[in-house]
Protein backbone atom coordinates (compact mmCIF):
# COMPACT_ATOMS: atom_id res chain seq x y z
CA UNK A 1 0.00 0.00 0.00
CA UNK A 2 1.50 3.35 -1.01
CA UNK A 3 0.75 6.09 1.62
CA UNK A 4 1.30 9.71 0.21
CA UNK A 5 1.99 12.69 2.75
CA UNK A 6 1.36 15.91 1.89
CA UNK A 7 2.53 19.00 3.48
CA UNK A 8 3.98 23.06 3.32
CA UNK A 9 0.31 24.25 3.51
CA UNK A 10 -0.97 27.36 5.69
CA UNK A 11 -2.64 31.08 5.03
CA UNK A 12 -0.80 33.13 3.16
CA UNK A 13 -1.78 37.05 1.59
CA UNK A 14 -2.47 37.07 -1.95
CA UNK A 15 0.14 37.47 -4.21
CA UNK A 16 2.44 35.47 -1.80
CA UNK A 17 4.17 31.94 -2.37
CA UNK A 18 3.92 28.62 -0.87
CA UNK A 19 5.50 25.72 -1.71
CA UNK A 20 4.09 22.20 -0.82
CA UNK A 21 5.51 18.80 -0.66
CA UNK A 22 4.58 15.52 -1.32
CA UNK A 23 6.94 12.53 -0.33
CA UNK A 24 5.77 8.79 0.14
CA UNK A 25 5.92 6.78 3.24
CA UNK A 26 8.23 3.73 1.73
CA UNK A 27 10.11 6.44 0.28
CA UNK A 28 9.14 5.38 -3.46
CA UNK A 29 6.78 6.82 -5.77
CA UNK A 30 5.42 5.67 -8.84
CA UNK A 31 7.65 5.06 -12.07
CA UNK A 32 5.21 6.83 -13.86
CA UNK A 33 3.92 10.62 -12.84
CA UNK A 34 2.55 12.16 -9.92
CA UNK A 35 -0.25 15.10 -9.86
CA UNK A 36 -1.55 17.52 -7.82
CA UNK A 37 -5.32 18.17 -7.40
CA UNK A 38 -7.49 20.58 -5.32
CA UNK A 39 -10.90 20.86 -3.81
CA UNK A 40 -12.57 23.96 -2.81
CA UNK A 41 -15.45 23.86 -0.29
CA UNK A 42 -18.66 22.92 -1.91
CA UNK A 43 -16.48 22.08 -5.27
CA UNK A 44 -15.30 19.27 -7.14
CA UNK A 45 -12.06 18.02 -6.51
CA UNK A 46 -10.01 19.73 -10.18
CA UNK A 47 -6.68 18.87 -11.27
CA UNK A 48 -3.74 21.69 -10.76
CA UNK A 49 -0.74 20.11 -12.32
CA UNK A 50 1.42 16.44 -13.12
CA UNK A 51 4.52 15.26 -13.53
CA UNK A 52 4.86 12.54 -16.24
CA UNK A 53 8.43 10.71 -16.02
CA UNK A 54 9.24 8.90 -18.88
CA UNK A 55 8.68 11.65 -20.66
CA UNK A 56 10.34 14.26 -18.81
CA UNK A 57 6.81 16.30 -19.40
CA UNK A 58 5.16 19.11 -17.25
CA UNK A 59 1.43 19.59 -17.50
CA UNK A 60 -0.64 22.58 -16.00
CA UNK A 61 -4.34 23.45 -15.61
CA UNK A 62 -5.24 27.14 -17.64
CA UNK A 63 -5.71 28.71 -14.26
CA UNK A 64 -2.39 28.31 -12.93
CA UNK A 65 -0.12 28.41 -15.80
CA UNK A 66 2.63 30.57 -15.73
CA UNK A 67 2.23 30.54 -11.51
CA UNK A 68 2.75 27.28 -10.44
CA UNK A 69 5.67 25.21 -10.63
CA UNK A 70 5.79 21.44 -10.12
CA UNK A 71 9.24 19.58 -9.63
CA UNK A 72 10.79 16.46 -8.12
CA UNK A 73 13.94 16.33 -6.09
CA UNK A 74 15.40 12.91 -7.03
CA UNK A 75 17.98 12.71 -3.86
CA UNK A 76 14.97 13.13 -1.57
CA UNK A 77 12.36 11.45 -3.55
CA UNK A 78 10.31 14.39 -3.30
CA UNK A 79 7.57 16.06 -5.65
CA UNK A 80 6.80 19.64 -5.05
CA UNK A 81 4.45 22.48 -6.11
CA UNK A 82 5.52 25.82 -5.80
CA UNK A 83 3.09 28.27 -5.81
CA UNK A 84 3.52 31.88 -6.94
CA UNK A 85 1.49 34.82 -6.86
CA UNK A 86 -1.34 33.21 -5.31
CA UNK A 87 -4.69 34.52 -5.70
CA UNK A 88 -8.17 33.99 -3.40
CA UNK A 89 -9.37 31.70 -5.49
CA UNK A 90 -6.60 29.30 -5.35
CA UNK A 91 -8.09 28.42 -1.27
CA UNK A 92 -8.62 24.56 -1.28
CA UNK A 93 -7.42 21.42 0.00
CA UNK A 94 -4.49 20.56 -2.06
CA UNK A 95 -3.32 16.69 -2.44
CA UNK A 96 -0.82 14.90 -4.42
CA UNK A 97 -1.49 11.66 -6.08
CA UNK A 98 0.18 8.85 -7.61
CA UNK A 99 -0.22 7.57 -11.10
CA UNK A 100 0.63 3.94 -12.31
CA UNK A 101 -0.19 4.39 -16.30
CA UNK A 102 2.37 5.38 -18.76
CA UNK A 103 0.59 8.72 -19.88
CA UNK A 104 -0.24 12.08 -18.17
CA UNK A 105 -4.10 12.48 -16.98
CA UNK A 106 -5.82 15.29 -15.57
CA UNK A 107 -8.86 13.30 -14.68
CA UNK A 108 -8.98 11.91 -10.78
CA UNK A 109 -9.67 8.78 -11.64
CA UNK A 110 -6.41 8.31 -13.99
CA UNK A 111 -4.65 8.75 -10.32
CA UNK A 112 -4.05 5.31 -8.30
CA UNK A 113 -2.58 6.66 -4.71
CA UNK A 114 -3.59 9.52 -2.49
CA UNK A 115 -2.60 11.52 0.44
CA UNK A 116 -4.83 13.12 3.23
CA UNK A 117 -4.55 17.08 1.66
CA UNK A 118 -3.24 20.14 2.89
CA UNK A 119 -5.10 22.99 3.29
CA UNK A 120 -3.49 26.18 1.56
CA UNK A 121 -5.70 29.73 2.25
CA UNK A 122 -5.10 32.96 0.50
CA UNK A 123 -6.59 36.18 2.01
CA UNK A 124 -7.95 38.89 -0.10
Known amino acids: QVQLVESGGGLVQAGGSLRLSCTASDGTFSIYGMGWFRQAPGKEREFVAA????????DYADSVKGRFIISRDNAKNTVYLQMNSLKPEDTAVYYC?????????????????WGQGTQVTVSS
Open 97 to 113: ADRRTRSLSRDRRGYDY
Open 51 to 58: IYYPGGIL
